[in-house]
Structures are given as structure tokens and as C-alpha cells.
């Protein structure tokens, strides 16, 4: 009878050790490690779960890495998922630059195959509705695998940082039109200088500066474009962004590229590193998934 009792309980604790506290112990493991070591997408209908800097991705589709209009960079970190919008996005704009002169997209990351957040590089692209793509067409033929891991993107900023350089060709702004005016698209990242060099151009000529609304300054992006597309309507748990402030951007952008903003600044000590994400901190459905993800 004794004896009995005392296996009961040992098989007991046994469950509770292998059940329940799953979920509790993938929440307390720093959430890149999980989603970057994920084997594949997460099953189920596709949907982008939080926002672009903490979320994640469900059914996300692949981009083939070389495709009639664009050859995918750096295979080895196997970031060519995205939600089937972004996929279809990315054809759509290697249509266009075809017809545009541009020639081949050289596509770099998106996400990872369940998003998340990545073990190195970006803290956006979690949500399967963000793509890099390079400021440089392909060259032809198409890149060994070899190369597309040793091949980088040059920049088209100058060294004085406010103005393009000789990489800067007039094929360029039509390429980055051709995306900022697919509807899906939310905003596009470059550098303060493309964004001064585009504003300049088209009122120059007069043109309908609208479109420019979307072309948005931020540091770096001298060597490739970041596109983000708008939340889809299929994932009601994505967070949006705000919209840009209204008009097309081209005074505010003068403030990136003053004497003080483009003096180097002393780097501040920050008192304690920052928190790596958890997790846990991240939306229920991506806890969830994280407990269900495959890992390589
Ligand atoms: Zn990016």
C-alpha cells in the first residue's frame, strides 16, 4: 500500500515536470535564440502577428532565390520568408524594374521562417513585411551562390553624406517610385541624403511630390532600400504604424543633414545593457508559437 502510494506520486510529478510548464519555460528563453533557430515556418494560415520590431510570423511563404527578375542575396541566412504579401510585392516591383531599365533586384533580407526577432542584424523584419533590397541592379549572369555570400552593396551616398555619388544613376528614383507607389507599401527607408537627392529632383522638375510621402529618412540604408509594406487584411494581430506626418517630407528632411546632425556624436554609456527580448514579451500567439516551433 505504502509502496504504491510513493509510485502514484512519482508518476504525478512526472506529468506535471513533462505538461504543463511547456509554455512557462520556452517564455523565459530569449526569444532570437528560438526564432532563429527555427526549422521552418510555423504551420497555419498566414498571418503577421505584433508589430514589425516584436512579433512574429505564421505561414509564411518563401521567395525562390533566383526568380525571372531578381536574385535573392546571402542564402545562408535563410531570411526569404515573408507573408504571401510581401512575396507577391517583391514579384510585382521586379516587374516593374524590368520596365523601368533597372534590370534585376537584388532582394537581402526579409524574415526569418517564423519571423521573430533575428540573432544578428535588424531589430524590425519580424513580421514577415519587410524586405531590403539593394541600391544596385544584378549583374549578369545571374550570381553563384558563392558570390551572393561575398558580393556587397555599394553605397550611393558620398562621402560628405549629403549628397549621392557616382553610383546614383537616373534609374534610381523610378525604381524607388515604382515601390513607393504600390499600394501595399507603408513606407520606405533610405538615407537622408537619397531622400534630399529625390525631393531636389522632382521639384526641379516640377513634378507631383505626393509619392515622396512615403520615402522616409533614417541612418544608414546608403547601400540598399527598406520596404514596409502596410499591415495585411488577413492579420487583424498585426500593429501598425503610425502613418508619416502629412506632405511630402522634403523640409524636414533638411534636419538630418545639418552640421550638428551629421556631426559624430560621443557614444553614451549606457547604465545597463539593453533587455534582450523574452519570449514573453512578445504576443500570445507568438508564445504560442514558439512552443510549437521546430528547431533546427
Ligand atoms: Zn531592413
Known sequence: MKAAGWIGVGIGALVIALGAPAQAQVDKRVAKEVFGRAAGPAAGQSRAFGGYAKGCLM????????????????????????????????????VKAVKVGWGQLLVGDL???????MLTGHASHQIGLDADIWLMPAPKPNLTRRDRERLSARSVVAADRRSVNKRWTPVHPLLLRAAA??????????NPAIKRKLCREERAAGANTAWLRKIRPWWGHSAHF??????PADSPGCTPQAPPPPGDGCDEVEKWLTDEALAPKPRKKRRKPRRQL??????????????????R
Open 226 to 231: 527598406h520596404v514596409r509594406l502596410h499591415c
Open 181 to 190: 507607389d504600390d499600394a501595399v507599401v507603408a513606407r520606405i527607408f533610405v
Open 111 to 117: 524574415a526569418q521562417a517564423a519571423g521573430g526577432p
Open 278 to 295: 523574452t519570449v514573453a514579451d512578445l504576443p500570445q500567439a507568438c508564445r504560442a508559437i514558439a512552443e510549437r516551433l521546430k528547431r
Open 59 to 94: 505561414g509564411a511563404a518563401q521567395l525562390a532565390a533566383t526568380g525571372p527578375g531578381w536574385q535573392a542575396m546571402r542564402l545562408s541566412r535563410d531570411r526569404r520568408y515573408g507573408h504571401p504579401a510581401l512575396i507577391a510585392f517583391i514579384k510585382r516591383l521586379s
